[in-house]
């Protein structure tokens, strides 16, 4: 963890700029093209969802801006985010929240994940820190606007990213990622920063080893 020298940070000024607000936090939706996704789940037999998190989980964690939390009076520099995210077994309507390491490798994450899917009968198990990227899904539909719920704190400087059901166009499939972030250390910038990132990461699939 570094902590940032605000007298030498290039960004002092819009960072004080948006602390004045109340509610400093903003979202976007972006359409995803996920066809490798679904492949390389479908071949691996993984959770696409699970693929997803580790996925956005690289990519976020690919942009500084994104990894910066603020503690009190000091802006910090993360060395790394994981992902918690909610979970919900096939034949159940009640969800749970699992948060897990994540691991460079995705097949192991995936297999991780899994498994505390299925060991995991608490609601929330791990205490909350602001050393998480928040993740959830609505797979029963489709969406091109989401808000998220949190207490008016404007140092809640935790990143949450959701998507909803796939859909198929000209013979793609896509989904919508939602990012909610603060203005206070994010700017639109940087979420296409992510943007590209993932989207990397995503055509990279093509090129991983299908077995552990």
Sequence with gaps: ?????????ERNEI???FSRFEYPFYSVTLPVDVTPVRQFAQENQLSFYHLMIWLCTKAVNRVPALRMRVR?????????????????????????????PWVDCPL???ADARRADAAQDAFIKE???DGLIYFSCTPWFDFTALTNEHALDKDDTVPRLAWGRWYEEKGRWWVHLSVEVNHRLVDGLHIGRMKEALDAEIAALEHRPTAL
Excluded: H, K, Y
Aim: with cysteine; charged share 25%.
């Design 127 to 129: 205490n909350d820190t």
């Design 108 to 110: 192991t994450f995936c």
């Design 1 to 9: 963890m570094q902590i940032i020298d605000r007298s030498q940070w």
């Design 72 to 100: 009190g009076e000091e802006v910090v520099l993360l060395d790394r985010t994981d992902p918690s995210f909610t979970a919900m077994r096939q034949g159940e309507s009640l969800f749970r929240i699992i948060t897990l």
């Design 15 to 17: 960072f004080t700029f």
